[in-house]
């Protein structure tokens, strides 16, 4: 089993800065994909950003510009660096991660979700 622990979520007005941060702990043998997912009130979970092993990206185009997504595969964690930040992207965030062993996937993990709020 694989543990996700986020942090950095808060309360920040419009145009603020938040990093969110999220390590993986337990049974890691190879983490392929990190990425981020939100849900707002009412809100289907939409994907924000995920990051491959090798470092390529994908981004929301909602996000593009002001979100970075970058992660640290020795302490197997990833971060998402969020400027700019609007009312629109309040939302409960989530990491998850696709945890592999030679012969496949092992799982897919997610965390407990953080709540992000942008308000002034």
């Known amino acids: 089993q694989v543990q996700l622990v986020e942090s950095g979520g808060d309360l920040v007005q419009p145009g603020g800065s938040l990093r969110l941060s999220c390590a993986a702990s337990?049974?890691?043998?190879?983490?392929?994909?990190m990425g981020w997912y939100r849900q707002a009130p009412g809100k289907q979970r939409e994907l924000v950003a995920r990051?491959?092993?090798?470092?390529?990206?994908n981004y929301a185009d909602s996000v593009k510009g002001r979100f970075t997504i970058s992660r640290d595969n020795a302490k197997n964690t990833v971060y998402l660096q969020m400027n700019s930040l609007k009312p629109e992207d309040t939302a409960v965030y989530f990491c998850?991660?696709?945890?592999?062993?030679?012969?496949?996937?092992?799982?897919?993990?997610w965390g407990q979700g953080i709540q992000v709020t942008v308000s002034s």
């Open positions: 990051i491959a092993s090798g470092g390529t990206t």
């Open positions: 337990g049974t890691i043998f190879r983490i392929n994909i």
């Open positions: 998850n991660i696709e945890n592999y062993r030679n012969d496949g996937l092992q799982g897919r993990y």
